[in-house]
């Protein structure tokens, strides 16, 4: 039965996964992120980190999926706090779900929601990990022209 529940489970992350790569292709032909650097491995990046969310039956991050991401980071958030920061998101209450259009939209967008500064954030600290095994070959401000 397991495995069966397993099998299911891929299915259903492959067929999101899917889904999830079109909404980039639309993103990467919106001219409204034509000035956007790198936008397609950004994309992948935020496909990658979407996806670390347990995503409810329609691929959307609802509040209990928002919940249990960020204890994983360590961040316990009380349920204000949680519904806060969705409607930060997804611009209003009336909704209680963030779908990958609304997360794309806060990743890429101007508005600095508190979630996108705790992704981003937390994104960087695992950057600069792997930069310290590493040789420096990030751009540092230092050497833009």
């Known amino acids: 039965l397991d495995s069966a529940r397993g099998k299911a489970y891929g299915f259903l992350k492959s067929q999101q996964e899917d889904k999830l790569s079109s909404i980039n292709e639309a993103f990467l032909s919106d ?10 491995s950004k994309l ?23 919940k249990r991401m960020l204890e994983k980071l360590g961040l316990a958030k009380t349920h204000l706090e949680l519904k806060k920061m969705m409607s930060e998101v997804v611009g209003g209450t009336s ?3 963030i779908s990958y259009n609304d997360f794309l939209d806060m990743m890429l967008g101007k508005r600095n929601a508190i979630l996108k500064l705790i992704l981003m954030f937390e994104g960087m ?19 833009l022209p």
Do not use: C, V
């Open 95 to 97: 909704k209680d779900t």
């Open 125 to 143: 600290g695992k950057e600069q990990e792997q930069k310290d095994a590493g040789p420096p070959s990030r751009k540092t401000f230092s050497d």
């Open 44 to 66: 992948e990046m935020f496909k990658k980190k979407y996806m670390e969310f347990d995503l409810n039956d329609k691929g959307e991050i609802d509040i209990m999926g928002l």
């Open 31 to 40: 001219p409204q992120y034509a000035e956007e650097e790198d936008l397609a």
